[in-house]
């Protein structure tokens, strides 16, 4: 059965995820980019995966860097992921600082610094699994969501499980 792209995007596009901005350096630039592909993956050790387009800028950085960090997002971040999706936003700030030996952004609902573990075949995506050597968190927050094609925020559930 040959599945349509746009159907298959529709589709797993149902899976309701958080918002994260990927930071990597090169030594002599930091690249940010917005992603939902974060995948808890191993609790001993401790590994997560971030699955990168090939075509993307970041794709070269992260498979030469050292380290990495997933920032993800808080509810009132929506700028930021739009801005580091490829949308620049016109009037926005970007504050950047190191932890670990990644860069990280100064503000977000929660950081993991990772170590580049390895690289794996992921089609026309990279799979970049990083073992996480370093963490924070803030005091409080609500999470940016994505479902559907758009940003969302947490609401009470109206159904009632039985
Ligand atoms: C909700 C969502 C989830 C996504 N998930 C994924 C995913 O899991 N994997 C994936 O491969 N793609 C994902 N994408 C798509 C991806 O975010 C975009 O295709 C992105 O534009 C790719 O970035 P790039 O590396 O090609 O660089 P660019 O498109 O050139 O850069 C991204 C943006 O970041 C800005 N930027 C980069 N570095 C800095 C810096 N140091 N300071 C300030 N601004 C900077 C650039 O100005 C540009 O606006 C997702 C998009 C969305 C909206």
């Known amino acids: 059965m040959s599945i349509d792209p746009r159907e298959y995007r529709s589709t797993i596009g149902l899976f309701a995820t958080g918002v994260t901005v990927i930071t990597a350096s090169d030594g002599d630039h930091i690249r940010g980019?917005?992603?939902?592909?974060?995948?808890?993956?191993?609790?001993d050790p401790l590994l997560l995966l971030v699955c990168v387009?090939?075509?993307?800028?970041?794709a070269p950085v992260i498979s030469a860097a050292s380290h990495f960090a997933v920032n993800i997002l808080r509810a009132?971040?929506?700028?930021?992921?739009?801005?580091f999706a490829g949308r620049p936003q016109p009037d926005i700030e970007v504050a950047l600082e190191e932890l670990a030996g990644a860069p990280v952004l100064s503000a977000s609902l929660a950081t993991l610094v990772c170590s580049?573990?390895?690289?794996l075949d992921g089609g026309d995506h990279l799979i970049v699994l990083g073992r996480v050597i370093a963490l924070r968190r803030a005091a409080e927050g609500d999470?940016?969501?994505?479902?559907?094609?758009?940003?969302?925020?947490?609401?009470?559930?109206s159904t009632t499980l039985a």
């Open 33 to 43: 980019m917005t992603a939902n592909s974060l995948t808890s993956v191993s609790l």
């Open 53 to 58: 387009d090939r075509k993307a800028r970041m």
């Open 76 to 83: 009132d971040q929506e700028a930021i992921a739009r801005h």
């Open 116 to 119: 580049r573990e390895r690289i």
């Open 143 to 157: 999470p940016l969501l994505y479902f559907a094609g758009a940003y969302r925020q947490l609401a009470e559930m």
